[in-house]
């Protein structure tokens, strides 16, 4: 049979007074003795406050007062002539009492939760002379409570994490509900935790809140995260007992269990012969599913042809190996390289060992490509002497220039005439040959500075385009026409421009300086 409102309100009342009565007959025996209290034309006697412990159920909902008990003294024969009074906390206002029999009464539906007990003060009165009877008492009415709370997590929503390919039973994180009904009375505040949401990966612990994992070896880099829904129900769990929920995100923290693997067994680049030195050839990187410390890398040369003339280093931001030139390429001399490389892990965990190697290998292929170079003297120096006698078409001196690259291409010469305006000088296209096209005066101008053009003609087109030049100082000396051709060698000084520069432009100049002192005969 259901029981409505009305009535479980009415069975309570039942049980309070069950209670209230085996309370009273509990507290005869402990009565509070007063001291003896004397009126005129009566004899001394002893008199005493008699009542039982008082309870209230809190949240009554009945439209009558609730009986909460009795106050009698034992001076009170029943003959209407003894008032009772009441005072203090709730008097008059939430409790109140029948002047003639004692009956208390609430009158209010009271909340355990906001105040657990009230403090009274009653006085039986003779009606006739409004004189106590008996010395003031205090007593105290405890409000009864009824489960009508439920578990509450005042922390949640929660937040942890735990480290993946943790064992059975690695512990996460606590929760805890609290529950407002009284922990003294019943089980209406009694805990008991259970998950709604998170099986079979994690599991709470009934009593304590502990939620801990339930299965073995997960991998943060299958599911990283994962919602826990966590109950908390009163009256250790059983039917009808209140219940309150908590969403728990556990995060799978990383640790080293994966090895760095390179995508691709080798891989082949081409690079420049011109390319500068400290310039990137290529990036790699080897594949780490972990993240963080755990998946830094160093990367290494450790075996080919190519030390010394490349090296690696990582990339902390993205963990890539970086390929850079630490020598010149040259084409002519070598045309490729083969690396053997290797990645390994910084911070390997002991732990998974097993899991490994934690290090990989590839092979780079590194194919130099040939880079139309200009033109090059053949000699660093070259010295000129020359009579201011000398006739027209006397040979001074050859410069000598080649084509570096494997085409060996012709090469031409010709003298810059924004140097030699006044023409002194001409120069034999194929052979280099340089000899005077007027006649010297040393006392006019015993030093000439003229440039000389070296082209190479282009592969892919008739027209010549490579240039190097060399700046040239010629002085006139008198000296006889004998003069052995020892004497008449050229200089030539060829300034040792940057490679890199001069193959990175279509059109260069390259000077060299050739000086011939005057010689006094």
Known sequence: MKLGKVEFCHLLQIIALFLCLSGMNQAEPSRSRSKPYFQSGRTR???????????????????????????????????????????????????????????????????????????????????????????????????????????????????????????????????????????????????????LQGQPYFSVEPKTGVIKTALPNMDREAKDQYLLVIQAKDMVGQNGGLSGTTSVTVTLTDVNDNPPRFPRRSYQYNVPESLPVASVVARIKAADADVGPNAEMEYKIVDGDGLGVFKISVDKDTQEGIITIQKELDFEAKTSYTLRIEAANMHVDPRFLSLGPFNDMTTVKIIVEDVDEPPMFTSRLYSMVVSEAAKVGTIIGTVAAHDPDASNSPVRYSIDRNTDLERYFNIDANSGVITTAKSLDRETNAVHNITVLAMEKSESS????????????????????????????????????????????????????????????
């Open 45 to 195: 006697t002893k008199r005493s406050w008699v009542w039982n412990q008082f309870f209230v159920l809190e949240e009554y909902m009945g439209t009558d007062p609730l009986y909460v008990g009795k106050l009698h003294s034992d001076v009170d024969k029943g003959d209407g002539s003894i008032k009772y009074i009441l005072s203090g906390e709730g008097a008059s206002s939430i409790f109140i009492i029948d002047e003639n029999t004692g009956d208390i009464h609430a009158t209010k539906r009271l909340d355990r939760e906001e105040q657990a007990y009230y403090t009274l003060r009653a006085q039986a009165l003779d009606r006739l002379t409004n004189k106590p009877v008996e010395p003031e008492s205090e007593f105290v009415i405890k409000i009864q409570d009824i489960n009508d709370n439920e578990p509450k997590f005042l922390d949640g929503p929660y937040t942890a994490g735990v480290p993946e390919m943790s064992p059975v039973g690695t512990s996460v994180v606590q929760v805890t509900a609290t529950d407002a009904d009284d922990p003294t009375y019943g089980n209406s505040a009694r805990v008991v935790y259970s998950i």
């Open 462 to 521: 008739t027209d010549w385009e490579r240039i190097c030049s060399h700046h040239l100082s010629l002085t006139s000396m008198t000296m006889p026409l004998s003069l052995p051709w020892s004497m008449r060698q050229l200089s030539v000084k060829m300034l040792n421009l940057d490679r890199s520069y001069r193959k990175s432009v279509q059109l260069i100049k390259m000077t060299h300086q050739m000086a011939i002192s005057s010689i006094s005969v």
